[in-house]
């Protein structure tokens, strides 16, 4: 009975650790004019995974969703942008196209700072990593970037 727990339990960590190494996130904020930045996100996905985009059809995988908190220093300019080489197909498994990014995927959200303070933006990520064979259940994934 021991040893079953003991592969019970090595086996959870070990998926655990699985889910963290299929995409890395890193978070960087670009000053682009007076108060504005871009503030970019890049997804860097390990082969054979790949993550959805925002705008992956109803009925289909989870698409990559952001949520900004609020601060009042900062104003959001537009919708996040993706900056990648996206892949549409046919899900059979959810009978729709989907949009999706392997390797490496860009999203840059543009922020304009209502005042010259130094201040952070603040918010999450979830998304839906997936091979051909299988997909990990959503994650998410929380950030923080100064604004200087």
């Not at 070990?14 to 890049?42: C, F, H, N, P």
């Not at 790949?50 to 300019?77: A, D, E, R």
């Not at 996040?80 to 080489?85: N, Q």
Request: include cysteine; hydrophobic fraction near 40%.
């Amino acid at each position: 009975m021991k040893k079953v727990f003991t592969y019970v339990l090595l086996l959870v960590l070990t998926s655990g650790a699985m889910v963290q190494a299929q995409v890395e996130w890193k978070y960087a904020a670009k000053k682009i004019g007076d108060k504005t930045y871009e503030l970019r996100v890049t997804a860097e996905i390990d082969e054979p995974w790949k993550i959805y985009s925002q705008q992956t059809p109803q009925g289909g995988p989870l698409p990559t969703t952001f949520k900004f908190l609020s601060n009042p220093l900062v104003q959001l300019s537009g919708s996040v942008k993706e900056v990648g080489d996206l892949k549409i197909y046919h899900e059979e498994v959810f009978d729709v196209d989907v949009y999706a990014y392997e390797e490496k995927v860009e999203f840059v959200q543009v922020i304009k700072l209502n005042t010259n303070a130094k201040t952070n933006i603040r918010g999450t990520i979830e998304y839906m990593a997936c091979t051909n064979e299988q997909c990990l259940p959503p994650a998410t994934v929380s950030f923080v970037v100064t604004l200087e």
